[in-house]
């Protein structure tokens, strides 16, 4: 199998606060992971490249100073997202892609909705 | 940039009836994905394409990959209630290198509805 973890499923805090969500490939090795944005009802917007052992490679408009990513090891990736206010709710969905593997596709996690209050 | 067509943007069925949706693109991709997604979580993974005119089933889906390497099609045979969902393709295209390796271009979805 592939499964990636993603955590927490779901998180309200007050305007200000950072938030973390983890994401993590539980059976295999994944040297680069994704995250990506959803608003509802619409296809999933890539923020970030997340690559072990170096820095993530943003989409042009994403802050980086804003959604902090750190990918220390081979099965864990973080997305910290930095002073949230409410513009930031969203739904934030993590991939990872098997190390080693150029054509194996993307396996998702199951998403972590953030309501800023 | 890259961009996905997606069509339908929205399908309302009776059970029992075959669905077809489509991806169209201005460019070439290398591998063709499918992907569903339940109201609340994230994409799960149907079927996976990597050669041009490949035809995969994986139960009552098949998928082919266009000859062009630009479109891609879904097909669900005798749909059922559990059908019901968003449908998305993406793309992926040359590696990059580096630090863009395996990046996805996303379909808009297609909306599933079956009636009982």
């Known amino acids: 199998g592939a499964v990636v973890s993603q955590h927490p499923s779901w998180v309200i805090c007050k305007s200000g606060t950072s938030v973390k969500i983890e994401c993590r490939s539980l059976d295999f090795q994944a040297t680069t992971m994704f995250w990506y944005r959803q608003f509802p009802k619409q296809s999933l917007m890539l923020m970030a490249t997340?690559?072990?052992?170096?820095?993530?490679?943003?989409e042009q408009g994403v802050e980086k100073d804003k959604f902090l990513i750190n990918h220390a090891s081979l099965t864990l990736s973080t997305l910290t997202v930095t002073s949230a206010h409410p513009e930031d709710s969203s739904f934030y969905i993590c991939?990872?892609?098997?190390?080693?593997?150029?054509?194996?596709?993307?396996?998702f996690g199951d998403g972590t909705r953030l309501s800023i209050l | 940039g890259q961009q996905l067509n997606q069509s339908p943007q929205s399908m309302f069925i009776q059970e029992g009836e075959d669905v077809s949706m489509n991806c169209t693109s201005s460019s070439i991709f290398n591998t063709w994905l499918w992907y569903k997604q339940d109201p609340g979580e994230g994409p799960v993974l149907l079927i996976a394409l990597y050669k041009a005119g490949e035809l995969t089933s994986n139960g009552r889906l098949t998928a082919q990959f266009g000859i062009t390497r630009k479109d891609s099609f879904l097909n669900i045979s005798a749909s059922i209630p559990s059908d019901v969902g968003i449908y998305f393709c993406?793309?992926?295209?040359?590696?990059?290198?580096?630090?863009?390796?395996?990046?996805?271009?996303f379909g808009q979805g297609t909306i599933l509805t079956v009636h009982p």
């Open positions: 997340s690559n072990e052992g170096s820095k993530a490679t943003y």
């Open positions: 991939s990872a892609k098997r190390t080693g593997h150029s054509n194996q596709p993307q396996h």
């Open positions: 993406a793309g992926q295209g040359r590696n990059a290198g580096g630090t863009s390796y395996g990046k996805l271009t």
